[in-house]
Structure formats: C-alpha cells, structure tokens
C-alpha cells in the first residue's frame, strides 16, 4: 500500500515563499481554503506584540500540513506548531512535507484523533489554533468510495463541536482560534463558539465572485474573551469577472 501511494505522490510548488507540498491525487488535496485561513491567522500573528520570542500552537484535521507550513514559512515571530491529522497516510505526506521544507525543528505531526487531544497536548497552552474541519454533516452531500477523501469532507470521525472544544482544552486563556467553514453554517458556527466559551471578535465572508453568495467564512475567536460586537471584515473575492484570480487573491498566492 506504502508503495502505491507514493506512486500517485506529487510534490507541488507554491509561488508563496517557494514552499513545497507533497500531494498525493487519490487522497484530498488542499484547496484555496487553506490558504486563506493562513492568511487570516498571520494578520493577528504578526501583530502579536506580547514580549514572546516564540509562538506556540496547534493546526486541528492538519491534512498534509500546509498551514502549519506556511505559518512557520510567513510568521514573523518563531513559531512552534503540533499539527494534527488522523489518518495514518496522510500524516506520512506531512511529514515530508515538513522535511523537504526543512521545518522539522517548527513543526511536529501527530497522527490520532482531535478528539485525544488530552492524551497528546498539554492543556491551555497554545498561543493559537487552526483548523480546516470537514465541512459536511454526516448523512449528507455527495458520497464518495474513496474513504480518505470522505473523512477530510464529511463529519465521519469528527464534527465541528468536537474541534471546538478540542480548541477550547488547547488554548489559552486570550489565545485565538482561527477557523474556515462553509457559510451556510454561520449560525450553527457562531451558536458552537459562545457553546464553548470563544467570544466572536471577526469574520470574513470569501465569495466565489461579487455575483455570488458566500460559500465560505473565516472566523477569529478568543477563548474566553469579552461577547462584544464582532468586526465583519469585506468580504473576500475569489474571481474577478473576467475568471482570473482578484487581486486580493493575487497577492496572498504572491502572484504577480
């Protein structure tokens, strides 16, 4: 099996940084989600002005690391990252992922369930968290054979109250958890955090262009933080009209 999957193995270039990401076309890819919520995460990161040398946190459903990667690559400050991913071959492909970025002394893979995150992390210690859970409630949306991409879509082995409040044991008392999903569950998303103790403080809504509504949000959150008014950040553009990437989008992939 070992062999087979290296077969179908690829190693993709990213314009951002040069970072190199080991994919595998018969399991699930990363998307532009992922790199987004990168993006977002190091508009508080590198603001952070605390006196740390060094951050410390966690990316939830890590998949082939590519946050974390690019966390380590663009953050300002020194960071340190446990990265977890629960299935056993997809966690091989972040490994290699981190050693042919040379971040072995960043980033660390852990490969078991969220849901033991009190086995495998010391609790209320994470500067941050990341997470780009399956998006799809069990039951529901277009099945697959495949069960490596089924686990990454769909709320198979994990749902979105169990990476909040995994997130919730891991973090700080101020720290942030920054978090992509799908905009047709806002209200659900929202209801979950004030569930687990995380005051709202801003969202960004991605549209695949001006013409269409929101498919995805980005949410920052702060463990038990103060319930003010939330910051709705303008909505983030995909696609300009013409097909081509908007400039926003331009910028974060440092495309010229």
Known sequence: ??????????????????????QNKKFFCYGIDAV??????????????????????????????????LLARLCKKQIKISAVEVQPPVAQLAKKSVQINNLEKNIFIIQDDLKNAKKNLPAQEADFVTVNPPYIKAGRGRKSSNQIKMIARHEILCNLE?????????????????MIHRAERINEIFAMLKKYNFALKEYSLVKPNEQKDATMILVKAEKDGVNQKEKQNPDIIIYKTTGEYSNEIKKIYAIK
């Open 36 to 69: 987004l919520l990168a993006d977002f995460a190091l508009q508080t990161l590198n603001k952070k002005n605390s006196g740390q040398d060094t951050l410390t946190g966690v990316d939830l459903c890590s998949g082939n690391a590519i946050i974390p990667i």
């Open 1 to 22: 099996m070992d062999l087979e999957n290296e077969k179908n193995e690829r190693i993709d270039v990213l314009h951002i940084a040069q970072t190199k990401i080991v």
């Open 162 to 178: 169990d990476v909040l409040q995994a997130s919730n044991f891991l973090l700080k008392r101020g720290a942030h958890l920054f």
